[in-house]
């Protein structure tokens, strides 16, 4: 069981900057440390999709559309997850959800935060 809250969300003008953050609690089973982590976000009637992820071994991939503008990163000294934004633009409007993924797989653990909103204004 994890508990996941993100945070950092807001409005921002095309070009600018944001940084989301996720806090873990509640964590049974494992440590914070042990879980896959990652951002996803889904716009206006899309689908959701992934943005990037980061392993406990600190490998990270990236979805194509970031293209060098977001970094993830994770404190697993403090629980907690990290997307810097940089650039932004208007197609990157969308709810951001922080996920964990437990080190026993998804079908044993797979946990969501709440979302935080991200508007980018042309």
């Known amino acids: 069981q994890v508990q996941l809250v993100e945070s950092g969300g807001g409005l921002v003008q095309t070009g600018g900057s944001l940084r989301l953050s996720c806090t873990a609690s509640?964590?049974?089973?494992?440590?914070?440390?042990?879980?896959?982590m990652g951002w996803y976000r889904r716009a206006p009637e899309k689908s959701r999709e992934l943005v990037a992820w980061?392993?406990?071994?600190?490998?990270?991939n990236y979805a194509d559309f970031v293209k060098g503008r977001f970094t993830i990163s994770r404190d697993n000294a403090k629980n907690a997850l990290y997307l810097q934004m940089h650039n932004l633009e208007p197609e990157d409007t969308a709810v951001y959800y922080c996920?964990?993924?437990?080190?026993?797989?998804?079908?044993?653990?797979?946990?969501w935060g709440q979302g935080t909103q991200v508007t980018v204004s042309s």
């Open positions: 996920n964990a993924e437990s080190p026993l797989g998804p079908l044993i653990g797979d946990y």
């Open positions: 509640e964590i049974s089973g494992s440590m914070f440390s042990d879980y896959t």
């Open positions: 980061i392993t406990r071994s600190g490998d990270i």
